[in-house]
């Protein structure tokens, strides 16, 4: 369609182009510049997506907007006094001033008013470096105090939960931690009580903040109220570096930040990902971290004794040789699903294609909860890839007792043994004794790389490079964000130097490269992307939260 | 001296030769024992190096006709260290660059800093005067060390304790307004950190009529002093297109004629209101370069009198609360105070993004910060244009054709600071 000069321009044309608007789209004016958005667009998504940097504390592009902190007023031409833009939807030809004097003194004002209650608490809270507070004030106002009165005084802690500290006094009133229970936990957990400046957090009358997503209130408070018992008093923010990756907690792949420093995780963090997990995960994610630092393996044993990597290697690969030579229909291999695509493709690659194998089963942690939110019943990150890279060709674990059990198999090479005993990982569940070799490549100190003749370290999660398939069949990438426990080293590497102790060639020099071959052979990972090259970044220096 | 040089085809075989002694000059023309151009070391630590610098020399006998200057031993990756510190933590960096004058430095990166967040021309007028005084007090603590010291290293004490006398004086008056002699970190972005304390203008102009009458007696003790004189005259000539194609400034560049100060030519802080000369060489030679310290030590006296009787009361730090520390008062007993104090030290002030090259002059000359910001509180790039570099690079060029001997005075008076020039 075209606008003639004699034809008036439709309804919805750009103001000062004259010209015309998709249907579907609202062409409005901000600070001046022409700005088309779709329809139902929040302003404040319109003003932020094109530069305004309208501040806000109670609006979460997650969540409703109740539009309570008055932190996101703008001014809107023919409007008498100015508007709450997280609560107004764009309308055409809609003139809007973000920076008017007007707008920029009722938000100072507001920052006076939130400001005049709130604790002189920066140096020991845990949200400062990362608090809105602190940065909208400093960005908007940074005005010294008009005011000397005496503050009131609220709860400092409450304990609202498994998870959960409350302190009242430096709530910010913005009921996003209500929201979040609310909306994604869909749990009414959090209320607000009491008036005015008295008002205060507190719980649901007969609830605790106990339902799976609660540690969600602690990344959407923007200000230091809610604080994590786990996090609280560890690290300063400012400290963390930040490296993207995905929580290896379940199947649903939730991506993550995992903030680290000097080579230890302190916590781990939803990443935005719309398709996955959106702003969120679980509690119970959260967690995962911890089993990076615990009861690791970090040197090669032999004969539980600590030796060198090449003697380890040797030794190794000398006790499969050996039960490959008598006969390798009694030799075994147990793949993970909580290891990455590529530690399985190079163990797929070496048991199948190099050594011929015939035997080999699927680990994993056993079943667990779920809900139809974020959580899934397999608890393992990586059982998509692991069933598409086994091709049929893989066992149970139940199929793995009865071989042994049998006699049939006297030789298993295991590689990652998280579940390989099940649930209480009591030694009695599978026969390992009546193995006459096992050789384990494990992450902890556990009970099947105690009974090993031979167990050699290797890299958790959050210490490697490589990709999870997750239960949609997406395949994600995980980053090392921290250095190797000790003397681990990742699964294809030591699969790499294994092949060549059993006088196999399979050299792989990265885990790109495995990646690359495994996406060449493979159809589920055709589409996968390995992504670009990712330093950790100091959250000092992100600038993005708060 | 110069038959030396003249060597007489005939007279001279094209073998090496040492000279024995020089009662006469027909004895340096007689070729005899026969030799071999000997490599010689100097520094990187030698007591007559104050600076760790090493001179990798080939002389013949006492000539030296080669020299191979190597810096670097005092390399502190103070350039890529900046980059992980906030604005305000890089002072102390650069208190170690030019150590004997610790607040000329510190001037050279706040302004290079302030230009960049466009609060050059805002500065309160008495930070301004604050800073052209510690600045000049410090150019005299300068240039008082460098001659105390390479007289000393030609043997006259004396002068070297009578310097360093009158430099402690000044150090006595740099401790009591920033409470430190040397390590002062004094200036801030914006300002100062904190206001002269009272009576200090008169404490300074009474140490200066002190200084005054110590310059006079190291006038007396080497101005004619025939051993000084001997050693210092015509050595180390530097001519004016050297100056220039190496880029020499500050008074070794000004000993060759070179009439270039910054303060005169691109005045900055408040330099266009003082009446001073800037002195001129007119030979380039270690005299000159002794000659024009002595003279910029009267001037600068001569600015610190004006500055101390034009100095208008007022604040001392810019009033913007992005740039200024709160009162410590209101951090203890504010949040917003205490927000702005904790935003200020931890992400530091928030320079927008741009790059900039200011210089002002230090003691030794053109002192540049080539600095980039990338919008956040640290530098995405703070590089230095020593000024002692390029004089200390011409040695190459002043030593061969000299004794070993006349390296001592030479190298003193180029005034090589390892820390300035080695970041």
């Known amino acids: ?546 | 001296m110069s038959d030396l040089d003249d060597h007489d085809s005939n007279l001279v075989p094209p073998k090496r030769r040492v000279v024995l002694g020089f009662q006469d000059v027909e004895d340096m023309n007689v070729p005899d024992l026969p030799t071999e151009p000997l490599p010689l070391n100097m520094g990187p630590s030698h007591p007559a190096m104050h600076g760790t610098v090493r001179m990798v020399m080939e002389v013949e006998g006492e000539k030296i006709s080669s020299a191979d200057i190597q810096i670097g031993y005092l390399h502190r990756c103070f350039e890529k260290e900046s980059e992980s510190a906030t604005w305000t933590q890089i002072f102390p960096y650069t208190d170690r660059l030019n150590y004997i004058s610790p607040m000329l430095n510190n001037i050279g990166y706040a302004m290079a800093v302030e230009k960049l967040l466009g609060i050059a021309d805002t500065l309160p007028e008495r930070a301004q005067y604050i800073r052209v005084i510690v600045g000049e007090v410090s150019r005299i603590t300068d240039h008082l060390t460098c001659l105390g010291a390479s007289a000393m290293e030609l043997g006259a004490f004396t002068v070297f304790l009578y310097a360093l006398k009158a430099r402690e004086w000044i150090f006595e008056l740099l401790e009591e307004i920033c409470g430190a002699r040397l390590t002062v970190s004094y200036l801030r972005i914006g300002g100062v950190a904190a206001d002269m304390p009272e009576e200090w203008g008169k404490e300074l102009l009474a140490v200066l009529a002190r200084v005054r009458e110590v310059m006079v007696d190291i006038s007396k003790l080497l101005d004619r002093n025939r051993i000084f004189r001997d050693r210092m005259d015509g050595i180390g000539l530097i001519t004016r297109e050297d100056a220039l194609a190496y880029g020499i400034t500050g008074p070794v560049g000004r000993s060759t004629g070179l009439a270039y100060d910054v303060r005169k030519d691109h005045p900055y802080l408040v330099y266009d209101r003082f009446d001073f000369d800037v002195p001129v060489g007119s030979v380039g030679d270690n005299f000159d370069r002794y000659a024009v310290r002595v003279e910029e030590i009267v001037q600068s006296m001569r600015i610190i009198e004006q500055a101390l009787a034009q100095i208008p009361p007022g604040r001392w730090m810019h009033p913007d609360p992005r740039i200024t520390l709160p009162p410590k008062a209101e951090t203890y007993n504010s949040i917003e105070a205490m927000i702005a104090h904790f935003k200020l030290i931890m992400d530091g002030i928030h320079v927008p993004p741009g790059e900039i090259y200011s210089y002002t002059e230090a003691g030794n000359g053109e002192l540049g910060f080539y600095i980039v910001s990338d919008g956040t509180g640290r530098p995405w790039k703070c590089r230095v244009r020593p000024p002692c570099f390029p004089a200390t690079a011409v040695l190459g060029k002043v030593l061969p054709g000299l004794f070993i001997a006349d390296v001592v005075p030479t190298f003193g008076m180029m005034n090589m600071i390892g820390g300035e020039c080695d970041r």
């Open chain 1, 1 to 546: 369609m075209t606008a003639t000069p004699n034809t008036p321009p439709p309804p919805n044309a750009n103001p000062t182009t004259g010209a015309p608007a998709a249907p579907d789209t609202i062409t409005l004016i901000i600070d001046g510049k022409s700005v088309t958005v779709p329809k139902g667009t929040m302003l404040i998504e319109a003003c932020n997506q094109n530069g305004a940097d309208v501040p806000f504390f109670c609006y979460h592009a997650g969540l409703t907007s109740p539009a309570v902190c008055r932190q996101c007023l703008v001014d809107v031409k023919g409007q008498p006094k100015p508007v709450p833009s997280c609560y107004t939807p764009v309308a055409d030809k809609m003139e809007v001033f973000t920076k008017s004097p007007r707008a920029l003194d009722v938000r100072r004002q507001m920052l006076e008013f939130t400001l005049v209650n709130h604790p002189i608490d920066c140096p020991i809270c845990d949200k400062a470096g990362e608090c809105m507070l602190q940065k909208h004030y400093f960005d908007w106002d940074a005005k010294l105090a008009r005011n000397d009165g005496v503050k009131v005084k609220k709860d400092k802690v409450v304990d609202l939960g498994p998870h959960i500290v409350l302190d009242q006094e430096r709530c910010i009133l913005c009921t996003r931690c209500i929201r979040v229970c609310d909306e994604v936990a869909k749990n009414h957990q959090l209320e607000m009580a009491q008036r005015g400046d008295h008002e205060v957090l507190t719980t649901a009358p007969g609830h605790r903040l106990d339902n799976p997503y609660s540690l969600n209130t602690v990344d959407v408070c923007p200000v230091g109220a809610l604080t994590s018992k786990d996090f609280r008093f560890s690290m300063r923010v400012w400290e963390l570096s930040t490296t993207p990756s995905v929580c290896p907690g379940c199947a649903t792949g939730c991506n993550v930040e995992v903030h680290h420093s000097r080579g230890k995780v302190y916590r781990l963090i939803p990443r935005l990902n719309m398709a996955v997990n959106k702003h969120w995960m679980c509690d119970e994610g959260r967690f995962t971290y911890k089993r990076v630092h615990k009861d690791r393996l970090a040197a090669p044993l032999s004969g539980g004794v600590p030796v060198e990597w090449d003697r380890a290697l040797a030794d190794a690969g000398r006790l499969l040789r050996a039960a490959l030579d008598a006969n390798p229909a009694e030799v075994g291999v147990v793949m993970s699903a909580q290891s990455t695509n590529e530690d399985l493709y190079a163990l797929a690659k070496l048991t199948f294609d190099h050594l011929g194998l015939g035997k080999a089963y699927l680990s994993g942690q056993d079943q667990g909860w779920s809900d139809d939110i974020l959580v899934s019943a397999d608890k393992n990150p990586n059982t998509a890839g692991a069933m598409a890279i086994g091709a049929g060709r893989l066992r149970t674990l139940l199929d793995l007792a009865n071989d042994i059990k049998s006699g049939a198999l006297t030789t298993l090479l295991v590689v990652g043994t998280h579940g390989v005993l099940g649930k209480d990982g009591a030694p009695g569940a599978l026969p390992l004794g009546k193995l006459k070799t096992l050789v384990v490549i494990g992450t902890h100190r556990d009970a099947v790389a105690g009974a090993a003749q031979v167990a050699l370290p290797l890299t958790e999660w959050a210490e490697a490079e490589g990709t999870f398939t997750n239960r949609l069949g997406m395949v994600q990438r995980i980053r090392a964000a921290v250095p190797p426990a000790g003397d681990a080293l990742p699964g294809w590497d030591i699969l790499s130097n294994l092949a060549r102790n059993l006088g196999a060639t399979m050299e792989f020099t990265d885990a790109k490269t495995v990646f690359t071959e495994a996406k060449s052979k493979l159809p589920f990972m055709k589409d996968a992307d390995w992504g670009r090259r990712y330093l950790p970044v100091q959250l000092r220096f992100a600038g993005t939260r708060g």
